[in-house]
């Protein structure tokens, strides 16, 4: 594990799959880990077959470790609303359940109050036919997911799930 530098910064974010949006946080300037893991739920130390009963009230997340001084909190946020639709609720594309929902996991009342600013600003543009659903709430423990699971789109580009699902939102976002 790379050491971080003192001033690094932790973010926590559900937006469905934890490999689609770990492919993408792992390509931002400024981002110096991304982690897959569950978050948000009542199972200590959960395991992914755990979870994909939508049984523990855990949701696939992301921690997401950064330079602050090469990117902002609000900066991620805003990658977060662009990069899953957070108007279905517990739901992205094929994926279905609570372990899928649309959430932001604050660690302290600034991240709270940036997500929630962002989150009423993106809703009242129009940009969404729908209303945002998002949940914004403060974390709770996260626990990383099994090892298969960390840089998965990097470790399995050419696999059809990364081909059909993943690529595509990396090309719309321009990160690939």
Request: glycine fraction near 6%.
């Amino acid at each position: 594990m790379t050491d971080l530098p003192a001033h690094a910064q932790q973010a926590i974010f559900a937006g469905g799959c934890f490999w689609c949006t770990e492919a993408i946080y792992a390509r931002i300037d400024g981002v110096l880990k991304v982690e897959s893991g569950y978050i948000g739920g009542d199972v200590p130390n959960p395991t992914y077959q755990q979870v994909c009963t939508g049984t523990t009230g855990h949701a696939e997340a992301i921690r997401v470790s950064f330079d602050p001084e090469k990117v902002s909190y609000e900066q991620l946020v805003r990658l977060f609303f662009a990069a899953h639709d957070p108007t279905t609720l517990n739901r992205q594309g094929a994926d279905v359940g609570t372990q899928y929902r649309s959430a932001i996991f604050t660690l302290d009342d600034a991240q709270a109050d940036t997500a929630e600013r962002v989150k009423k600003e993106i809703d009242a543009s129009g940009e969404f036919s729908r209303p945002i659903v998002t949940e914004i709430t403060p974390a709770t423990t996260f626990y990383p997911a099994e090892d298969y699971h960390q840089d998965y789109f990097e470790r399995n580009s050419s696999a059809p799930y990364c081909q059909v699902v993943i690529a595509p939102k990396l090309k719309k976002l321009g990160l690939e």
